[in-house]
């Protein structure tokens, strides 16, 4: 495998890592304030992470290339509001879309066929994960000043916890086949 392309797979792994690691505290900092629904959505979000980091893993080793796994970084704890934390989530798979365009723009420039019909299955996983992102962003926007309205979003993200904790991994199963 080409070192540059390697360089770039081994940077997202640890990116995904580091995504399970701020999901995490997001799911804190959701729980710290009462808002399970939050919380159980952010630990399937880690969950789904660190799914992610162990595709590129093994494709790494299906490679035969050398994994690099760095120290996890973690910028913020806790945040102002759920809005805030909302948004940091959002902001935060953009960054990681972007990322994933740069090691595809890498394995394209050098001709690394394998690698970019691997990262395909992740570019578009990562347009579910922004549009999901932002509707949840969308949503805190609307009850931002309504307790009312958050706590009727808390429980809607209980419900789409459970129904994403089943489907994790079911995309990449079935493209497998």
Not at 61 to 72: A, Q, Y
């Amino acid at each position: 495998m080409n070192k540059q392309v390697l360089e770039g797979l081994n940077k997202q792994l640890n990116m995904e890592f580091a995504s399970a690691y701020v999901y995490l505290a997001m799911s804190s900092y959701y729980e710290s304030i009462d808002l399970e629904g939050f919380s159980e959505w952010f630990k399937v979000k880690a969950h789904e992470e660190m799914f992610h980091a162990m595709k590129i893993y093994t494709y790494i080793g299906d490679r035969r290339g050398k994994r690099d796994l760095t120290e996890i970084p973690l910028a913020v704890k806790t945040w102002k509001s759920p809005q805030v934390a909302a948004e940091d989530a959002y902001k935060h798979e953009c960054k990681v879309s972007a990322s994933i365009h740069n090691v595809m723009d890498i394995a394209r420039q050098h001709k690394d066929h394998s690698t970019e019909a691997f990262l395909h299955w992740f570019v578009m996983e990562q347009i579910e994960e922004e549009a999901e992102a932002d509707r949840i962003l969308q949503k805190v926007k609307m009850v931002a000043d309504n307790p009312g309205g958050l706590f009727m979003l808390d429980n809607y993200m209980m419900e789409r916890a459970k129904v994403d904790a089943a489907n994790i991994g079911k995309d990449a199963e079935s493209e497998e086949e």
